[in-house]
């Protein structure tokens, strides 16, 4: 992929991102910020990034590395990259029958062996850990609705 294309990728994903924006709904308190602002703010300083660098691969200044010798991929790429997509894909299909943390969980130790790490008792503490943390975090203390933490759980 040329730096072109990768700039007008990053334009199309910002203009997705920018309709999502549009959706978000109104909050029904009367806030002085509401909840696009930041959203609307990273969105548009994402665009700003991806025009001034689609204006510098259209005059040349961008080069591609990874078409330079040496720059191949490491082998086991595709098993890095299909477990990354089995992470999201594993959480997308579990989190409604068994709540939050089993299926944070089991993402986040695929994520990492994404990233080469070994599918063993310390990634599955560490991985439990930040899944449970995060869902006491956001689902008790700030009332985002994240569901049950496990199945049968309030």
């Keep these: 992929m040329t730096a072109l294309r990768l700039a007008f990728l990053l334009m199309a994903l910002c203009a997705v991102a920018a309709w999502q ?3 978000i ?5 009367q806030m002085t910020v509401g909840p696009v602002l930041a959203p609307a703010a990273i969105v548009g300083a994402l665009s700003l990034v991806a025009a001034l660098y689609g204006v510098s691969a259209w005059r040349g200044r961008q080069v591609d590395v990874s078409q330079a010798p040496g ?4 082998p086991g790429a595709n098993t890095r990259l299909l477990s990354l997509l ?5 959480f997308i299909l579990l989190v409604i029958p068994l709540g939050f943390v089993l ?6 130790m695929l994520i990492a062996r994404a990233f080469d790490a070994s599918l063993n008792g310390k990634s599955l503490l560490i991985c439990s850990l930040i899944a449970t943390v995060f ?3 956001f689902a008790r203390l700030l009332g985002v609705g994240l569901g049950p933490a496990l199945p049968g759980w309030i």
């Design 21 to 23: 924006i549009t959706v």
């Design 25 to 29: 709904p109104e909050s029904l308190m």
């Design 71 to 74: 720059q191949e991929p490491l």
């Design 86 to 90: 089995a992470g999201g894909a594993v």
């Design 103 to 108: 299926p944070a969980t089991l993402c986040g």
């Design 135 to 137: 869902w006491i975090v």
